[in-house]
């Protein structure tokens, strides 16, 4: 008898404990189910540590993704503010990249397969720079550009071919001919500062410096 009072105790136990997991959320559910009530808190699931780790792999792999550009620029201290925030740098690496392992995380608490609902709060609170270029528009912006005038500094280096290799970070080559002389191919480059993204100050020119992100407090 005292054996089965034992095991029934033991279950309700681990029925108890599955409850409470389920209400407090965790990564494996939420990313089963973004959608649940314990998945609104974001940074209990993906903490800055392990978006910062998934950014280094990214970025280690294809520099020269507008969004390692801007995060480049956030941890020299050159760019801060909201863009500079962990989880607006992996929306903006992962925006672009193809399938790569470190966008699972991130695209299945923000961008779950099939449009399906997410809670988490840091999905829709730290956005990408609205119009951030792709690294391939860049590269073709730089190719009209240097094209109609190649004596400008950013196409003799290190924008010398329109390439991961020949101009490995576009993002900044052509925001660095469009900030010095601004021509009908720059509409890609104004299609982001257009909104001047707080902090972006080496992409769009002056503007105010907010801290935060990887460019400083975390």
Same mark, same amino acid.
């Given at each position: ?20 997991? !389920? ?9 089963? $189910?973004? #959608?649940?009530? !314990?998945? =609104? ?6 903490? %800055? ?20 550009? /801007?995060?480049?620029? @956030? ?10 925030? %962990? ?5 903006? /690496? ?5 399938? +790569?392992?470190? @966008?699972?995380? &991130?695209? !299945? ?7 399906? =609902?997410? /809670?988490?709060?840091? *999905?829709?609170?730290?956005? /990408? ?16 550009? *240097? ?14 071919? &329109? $390439?991961?290799?020949?101009?490995? $970070?576009?993002?900044? #080559?052509?925001?660095?001919? *469009?900030? $010095? %002389?601004?021509?009908?191919?720059? +509409? ?6 257009? &909104? =001047? ?9 002056? !503007? ?11």
């Amino acid at each position: 008898m005292s054996s089965a009072r034992c095991s029934q105790g033991g279950l309700g136990l681990v029925l108890v404990a599955a409850a409470l997991q !389920g209400a407090m959320g965790d990564l494996a559910g939420c990313l089963a $189910d973004p #959608s649940a009530s !314990g998945c =609104k808190d974001g940074a209990a699931l993906y903490s %800055h540590s392990a978006i910062s780790a998934d950014l280094d792999a990214l970025c280690a792999s294809a520099p020269y993704n507008t969004g390692c550009s /801007v995060r480049t620029q @956030c941890m020299s201290g050159a760019a801060s503010g909201p863009f500079c925030d %962990h989880w607006s740098l992996i929306a903006a /690496v992962c925006a672009s990249a193809g399938d +790569e392992e470190g @966008c699972s995380t &991130y695209r !299945g608490l923000c961008a779950p397969a099939g449009g399906a =609902k997410t /809670v988490v709060r840091e *999905c829709a609170a730290s956005p /990408v720079a609205r119009g951030l270029p792709s690294a391939e528009a860049a590269w073709g912006d730089m190719a009209l550009l *240097c094209g109609e005038m190649p004596d400008m500094l950013p196409c003799l280096g290190p924008c010398t071919s &329109y $390439d991961a290799s020949g101009c490995p $970070d576009p993002l900044l #080559s052509l925001s660095q001919v *469009c900030t $010095d %002389h601004y021509m009908v191919d720059c +509409e890609g480059w104004w299609g982001m500062c257009q &909104y =001047k993204p707080a902090g972006l100050v080496p992409f769009c020119g002056s !503007g105010v410096a907010i801290t935060g992100g990887e460019g400083g407090s975390s």
